[in-house]
C-alpha cells in the first residue's frame, strides 16, 4: 500500500511566544503548544531558557523537549554546529511522525532565534510559522506611546551597529527602535545625547514580565543593561512626546 508522506511525517512549527507575560500567548501559538509531542527551545548554557519560561505553566511532563543549547559569551550568533545537531534532532522526531514545536520569544521571523532551524528544515518538512506578539509592540504599550502614525518612517536599529551608521540610520527616521542595547547602551545614550533626543526618548525593560521597568531614557544612569531591553525614541510631527512617563522614585536606576 502506498503511504503519502505528508501525512506520515510530523510537522515543524516556529510558535512565535510573545514577549515574556504567558497572556500574551496567541491562541493558536497555545493550542499548537499543548497538542505538539515534542518542545524544542534555545536556552543559554547557564541559567533558564526564557522561551521555555514564558510558557512553561502549560507544558506537560509527557511532552518531549529539546533545549537548543546556545553558548552566550560568543559573539558569533547562531552558533551553527549547535543549530546543525538541534536541527538533525528535531529531524529525527519529524521524520518519526511527530509534530515539532520550535518556541521563539517574541515573534519568529523577527529578529527570532526560529530562523536557523527554518534555514534547516524550513523547506524540507511540513512547516507552519504562527507569528507572536513582538518585544516592539510590547514596549511600545509599555511605554505608552504610539510607535508611528500616517507617513512616519519607522527604523528597527540594532545596538551593536556602529555610531556612524546608527547616526545616520536615525537622521532619516521619524521613529526609531534601538533593539539588544545591553552592554551598547552606554554608547548608545551617549549618541541620543549628542543628537538631542534624550529627552525623546524611552527605556523599556523586560517588557510585559514582573520585573517591567520603563524609565526615560535619561533616568538610566548604568552603562550596561539587561539584553531584554530596548529604546523607543519619537522625533516626528505627532505631539506624543508629552506622553513619555515621568519615571517614578521606585524605578532607580
Ligand atoms: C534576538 S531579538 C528577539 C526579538 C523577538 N523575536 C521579538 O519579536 O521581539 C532580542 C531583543 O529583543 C528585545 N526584547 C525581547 N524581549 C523583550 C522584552 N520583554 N522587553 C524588552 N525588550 C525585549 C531586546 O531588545 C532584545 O535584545
Sequence with gaps: VGV??????GTLYGLGVGPGDPELLTLKAHRILTASPVVAYPAPDTGESFARAIVAGFLRDSQIEVPIVVPM???RFPASTVYDEA???IAGHLDAGRDVAVLCEGDPFFYGSFMYVFERLGRDYPCEIVPGVSSIMASAAALRRPLAARNDVLTV??????DD???ARIASADAVAIMKVGRHFGRIRALLERFGLANQAGYCERVSLGEERILPLSAVTS????YFSMILIYK????WIRSLPAGRP????
Excluded: C, F
Excluded at 503519502?4 to 511525517?9: A, G, S, V
Excluded at 536599529?157 to 556602529?162: A, E, H, K
Design 4 to 9: 503519502d508522506k505528508e501525512t506520515m511525517t
Design 73 to 75: 559569551r560568543t559573539e
Design 87 to 89: 536541527a538533525k534532532t
Design 157 to 162: 536599529i540594532p545596538g551593536p551597529l556602529p
Design 165 to 167: 551608521e546608527m547616526e
Design 223 to 226: 552603562d550596561t543593561v539587561p
Design 236 to 239: 516626528g510631527a505627532e505631539g
Design 250 to 253: 521606585t524605578d532607580a536606576a
